[in-house]
T-cell receptor
Framework: GQQVMQIPQYQHVQEGEDFTTYCNSS?????IQWYKQRPGGHPVFLIQ?????EVKKQKRLTFQFGEAKKNSSLHITATQTTDVGTYFC????????????FGQGTRLTINP | NAGVTQTPKFRVLKTGQSMTLLCAQD?????MYWYRQDPGMGLRLIHY???????AKGEVPDGYNVSRLKKQNFLLGLESAAPSQTSVYFC????????????FGNGTRLTVT
């Protein structure tokens, strides 16, 4: 079945440092979504990427979708303590548009 | 507008006991999902439903059953709980238009001893 791999599993940074998490799918995706889960909370939708090579920005967050639509990345510039949490990528396949397959997530912790 | 509501929030079961987790959404969403979250394994899809009266298996359906008798409710049942089912369970829903995002409930923390 489809697999979505996400690395790294954990990342600890000093406040102000940058952070990147990578997502790779075993199959071509129709689109990819990113979610953030704060400690003790539930996943919350951040953004969706649809087009090959698409880049979207939300303030200090930059999201990219690969040309082959098999990989994606989330980059946070100058992390702040409010960025703490687990970031998940999730993809819809071309065949199964009804279910979303999640990566394992990257847990980000920040030293203030 | 409550969104997606899960009950209960916490539950402790003994091996072999049964229980039902309830998910209710007030957004008139067609699609509903049950995920379990375990450390290092992300969110794994248990079962999902694309409309009232329909259900389908996800990645890890064994040991669970579901029902969607009403559009707004999606029930997850454990007939005979096992310690391996200790997890945090999330329900989610979304519109049936394109690749609409998931709206999650606050989760149910289940411990099976």
């Amino acid at each position: 079945g489809q697999q979505v791999m996400q690395i790294p599993q954990y990342q600890h940074v000093q406040e102000g440092e940058d952070f990147t998490t990578y997502c790779n799918s075993s199959t071509t995706l129709s689109n990819i979504q990113w979610y953030k889960q704060r400690p003790g909370g539930h996943p919350v939708f951040l953004i969706q990427l649809v087009k090959s090579g698409e880049v979207k920005k939300q303030k200090r967050l930059t999201f990219q979708f690969g040309e082959a639509k098999k990989n994606s990345s989330l980059h946070i510039t100058a992390t702040q303590t409010t960025d703490v949490g687990t970031y998940f990528c999730a993809g819809f396949t071309l065949q199964g548009a009804q279910k979303l397959v999640f990566g394992q997530g990257t847990r980000l912790t920040i030293n203030p | 507008n409550a969104g997606v509501t899960q009950t209960p929030k916490f539950r402790v079961l003994k091996t072999g006991q049964s229980m039902t987790l309830l998910c209710a959404q007030d957004m008139n969403h067609e699609y509903m999902y049950w995920y379990r979250q375990d450390p290092g394994m992300g969110l794994r899809l248990i079962h999902y439903s694309v409309g009232e009266g329909t259900t389908a298996k996800g990645e890890v359906p064994d040991g669970y059953n579901v029902s969607r008798l009403k559009k707004q409710n999606f029930l997850l049942g454990l007939e005979s709980a096992a310690p391996s089912q200790t997890s945090v369970y999330f329900c989610a829903s979304r519109r049936d238009i394109g690749s609409s995002p998931l709206h999650f409930g606050n989760g149910t923390r289940l411990t099976v001893t």
